[in-house]
């Protein structure tokens, strides 16, 4: 067994007011499969890119090993992907190559092709089988289920099962679920590390929040409580300290001796006032709020918004996919999902009106308002301001949605090319939630997108029941949204 070693580790990012670590002390085993969450910004990949030696930081960091970081650059990739492999694992013997993509579910004709002409998807996993057949390393994973489908979510998923010695940064509860041995989670004041899966973290955190909320309601009925009582104390303290010089006192002694135990009482008091006062400050600081959000979906006149018969994106080679046949009625919230490259964000963008090649019939009622979630937020630049009056939305109401999705204010100052890919895609999903529609057309909405956002848009969906199409490869959030699931397969 070996140790990472993280003591009193205080960084922050040049030009920022606010640090992102602040003499935050960690000790990690270099067995760990680990799971990194906690919201956007909270610092998970610049935690990551500390561990690589990328930033310049006060306190240290020790470890025995050295460490990988996924998604890293492939320098020539037309060349073969066995060429790439070779060059990264010059003395690794094939069949470890081949043991690894089996393990993976590639298949090992891809070895035989350009790098570049491989899927997203199979090139993550072809860049895994690597990371995992270097000798003493250890892995920092950064978000790899982006480019992943459901399937080969799961497939990854038991993938690193089998394996040890990794840091995971994953939003996908399932995929976690299926992953790791511990959880730990950057939180607003600290780290919390626990042995587990997710869902076992989850439960203890929902009990811990709920627990220090009821602490916090008891020491406010005590706080009220005791103020009330030093109200009193003082009215009957000064009604004593009168009738100490006031007519009619016989033992001016007595009466004194009387007030004075009164005060004692007034500051035993106000000492207990004060000690609640400041254990209640301590609690709830640590929470992540998650306010509930607010959509106003519009009703159409029409039952039927969108009729799609044997449709299917055709580039000029064939359709990317099989032909599909459905009718999306209101209310309906219908999940497209497949492999990657079948064609599920082109059939969004046709719906959404973009002339995209395709054959078969796609009929949509008359007068549909449509909002729109793309995929890539990467084009978001300049500030919100502007944002939000080129898209033709409320600002307050922006904002205020922002602030639910857990930005801080001082974001809102910020240029958004400077955000986070999960900030970017934060603001994409506020400016359709501030938009009215008959349909929501959502394209991987989740990707970058934490838990706690996650599970927020999850109650919201629910509560509003809008008209959604969307793409998305998280289990989790589809099994609980999704009214129903067209599987896109290739032809």
Known sequence: MSLIQITDLTFAYDGSWDNVFDHASLQLDTSWRLGLVGRNGRGKTTLLRLLMGE????GTISASVAFDYFPFPVSRPERDAMEVVESLLPETESWEIYRELSALEVDPEVLFRPFFSLSNGEQTKLLLAVLFL?????LLLDEPTNHLDLEGRQVVSRYLSRKQGFILVSHDRAFLDGCVDHILSINKQNFDLQQGNFSSWWENKQRRDQWERAENERLRRDIARLDAAARRTAAWSDKAEAAKFGTGCGDRGFVGHRAAKVMKRAKAAENRRREAAEEKS???????????????PLAHPKQRLVEADRLAADYGLGPVCAPVSFSLMQGDRL??????????????????GQEIPHTGTLALASGLVVSV?????????????????????????FKTILRKLDFSRAQFE?????????????????????????????????NYIDLFSRI???????EYQPTMLLVEHDRSFLDAVATRTIYLERP
């Open 55 to 58: 930033y310049e930081y006060a």
């Open 134 to 138: 270097r000798p003493n390393r250890f």
């Open 282 to 296: 301590a609690l709830l600081k640590n929470i992540d709020q998650a306010p509930p959000l607010k959509l106003h």
């Open 335 to 352: 999940a497209l999902t497949g492999r990657n490259g079948t064609g599920k964000s082109s059939l969004l963008k046709l719906v959404c």
């Open 373 to 397: 979630a793309p995929q890539d937020p990467s084009f978001l630049r300049g500030d919100l301001t502007c944002f939000a009056a080129d898209s033709g939305i409320d600002e307050t109401l």
């Open 414 to 446: 910020k240029d958004m090319a400077g955000y986070s890919a999960g900030q970017k895609k934060k603001v994409l999903l506020a400016r359709s939630l501030c938009q009215s529609a008959h349909l929501y057309v959502w394209d991987e909405p989740l």
């Open 456 to 462: 927020q848009l999850e109650q919201l969906i629910l």
